[in-house]
């Protein structure tokens, strides 16, 4: 199978490559807010490498979130029109699972992602399941349920904000059983390609009206709406 991933949901542009030949490629740029600019060259550059057209495509694999408004909707757009040039199939894949499907092997596991305005988003993983809901928390919440859930499981915490959180937890990180991710932190393209094309080869692609997902409404959504929640403010 010919798959691409495309994960712009953070900071990092992440993008992974599996060809049919065997070749599993990935590249990761830290594009600040810049998905926009760097996301059409590195497309190429890494297909180049791959040695396949995007009309070869089989699936192309879409982080959908949670995360930057703009920058997921900048990876779907370009994933679906990618499949509508080449007829294949579109996956998404929330972020959160594939940033904690690297640690599949550990008890319990909890990515962490700044949500900005006050907040982060989150959730918690068994053994590579989810078992939670995607969270939307203020830190304090966060703190709070993280206390519960590693009262007799060790729990590691992941993600691109694990360890500027679990440096604020204090005296909770030495009482209960929190540790956090050594090394990469960040998107793991690898990951979403995997789990998007597990996803493919047994159910299929997702269908047309595949949506981000989002855990609040935008500031315009807000401002449309006429009032301004708690929490809910700009994202990029």
């Known amino acids: 199978m010919n798959a691409l991933a495309i994960e712009t949901s953070g900071e990092a542009l992440g993008l992974a490559v599996a060809t049919d030949d065997g070749k599993l490629l990935a590249t990761i740029r830290r594009a600040g807010l810049g998905h926009a600019e760097w996301l059409a060259p590195s497309l190429k550059?890494?297909?180049?490498?791959?040695?396949?057209?995007?009309?070869?495509?089989?699936?192309?694999?879409?982080?959908?979130g949670p995360g930057s408004f703009t920058g997921v909707r900048i990876g779907m757009s370009t994933a679906k029109g990618l499949a509508l040039g080449s007829g294949c199939g579109v996956v998404g894949v929330s972020n959160l699972d594939a940033v904690a499907r690297r640690y599949a092997f550990h008890p319990l596991v909890a990515p962490v992602m700044d949500a900005r305005k006050g907040r982060v988003y989150a959730a918690f993983y068994r053994k590579g399941e989810r078992v939670s809901e995607y969270l939307d928390l203020t830190p304090e919440e966060l703190s709070l349920r993280l206390g519960l859930e590693s009262r007799d499981?060790?729990?590691?915490?992941?993600?691109?904000?694990?360890?500027?959180?679990?440096?604020?937890?204090?005296?909770?990180?030495?009482?209960?059983?929190?540790?956090v991710a050594p090394g990469f932190t960040d998107t793991d393209p690898i990951s979403l390609l995997e789990l998007g094309m597990a996803r493919f080869e047994a159910g299929g692609a997702d269908r047309e009206e595949l949506e981000p997902l989002y855990l609040r409404a935008s500031e315009a959504e807000l401002k449309l709406a006429g009032r301004q929640e708690p929490g809910s403010g700009p994202q990029p």
Not at 45 to 63: K, S, T
Request: charged share 15%; hydrophobic share 50%.
């Open 153 to 179: 499981t060790p729990l590691l915490l992941t993600g691109a904000h694990a360890r500027a959180f679990h440096d604020s937890l204090g005296s909770l990180k030495r009482s209960a059983n929190i540790l």
């Open 45 to 64: 550059a890494i297909l180049d490498q791959a040695g396949i057209r995007p009309a070869e495509l089989d699936v192309v694999v879409c982080a959908i």
